[in-house]
């Protein structure tokens, strides 16, 4: 197992204690009822999951997504509040969508990084074909598109749907050796990934009021790559996404 898997189970395993805790505690009567109002609910499991995707991922959005959902619906539940925390939910995600947006532009792309750092000590770096480049930077902002991708060496990249969707056709495409990272967020939107029936794919994808589906019809005479491998992470709220191949 990776390094990068035994984090996420890490992540998982102490989540699913801390409830365990909570919850036999509760069930011991050892936790007062107006405190246990508040920590036995989704709304805190929300905000748990988010402070530890926080503090164990790069990737920042979907945790504070998460806190923002718990916190704005149990600041509902404990207060009276002049507004439905619905209404007070939209705005909020948008704002911090909006914030990570302006971050990412701000700063470096990780895949920059990580390709500066792989040519750096060599005389030649190998050329990206214009057209066929390694990574994707797909956003969709209420709209949408549709696009056929065709690289020789893909390495993963970003896709961001909000109020939007995309169809991103890789039939033509093919994984680079090792494992490649797809970073996704949609925030009521979608995505439809169209891949090869024969790629090796990981998903470790949040889904909030949402869902990501593998729909690939698998044949037997196309056995799985081999060294080759897909991992989509990231969140989807009030939205969804699929896998398909022809």
Not at 8 to 33: D, F, K, M, Y
Not at 101 to 110: A, D, E, F, I, V
Not at 201 to 218: A, L, P, Q, Y
Request: charged share 20%.
């Amino acid at each position: 197992m990776s390094t990068q898997n035994q984090s996420r189970t890490v992540e998982i395993a102490i989540v699913i204690i801390a409830a365990g805790v909570l919850l036999l505690l509760n069930s011991l009567r050892l936790i007062p009822h107006e405190l246990s109002r508040i920590l036995i609910t989704w709304q805190m499991l929300l905000i748990a999951i988010g402070t530890v995707s926080i503090l164990t991922s790069r990737e920042k959005v979907s945790g504070l997504i998460m806190i923002a959902i718990g916190g704005i619906f149990l600041v509902g539940k404990i207060y009276d509040l002049p507004v439905s925390a619905w209404n007070i939910l939209w705005p909020a995600v948008l704002i911090i969508v909006g914030v990570s947006l302006l971050y990412g532009n701000s700063r470096k792309p990780r895949f920059a990084t990580e390709l500066e750092a792989m040519t750096a000590d060599k005389d030649e770096a190998t050329p990206i074909e214009p057209g066929n480049p390694e990574y994707i930077n797909e956003v969709a902002i209420f709209g949408g598109n549709e696009k056929n991708m065709i690289m020789k060496r893909f390495r993963g990249g970003k896709i961001t749907n909000i109020f939007g969707g995309s169809e991103l056709n890789f039939s033509k495409t093919e994984l680079a050796e090792g494992e490649n990272f797809l970073e996704m967020l949609c925030v009521f939107g979608g995505s439809t990934l169209v891949v090869p029936p024969d790629w090796d794919i990981r998903m470790d994808v949040v889904s909030i009021f949402g869902g990501f589906s593998d729909k690939r019809f698998k044949r037997q005479d196309s056995p799985i790559m081999p060294n080759k491998r897909l991992v989509i992470k990231g969140l989807v709220v009030f939205g969804g996404g699929e896998l398909k191949s022809y």
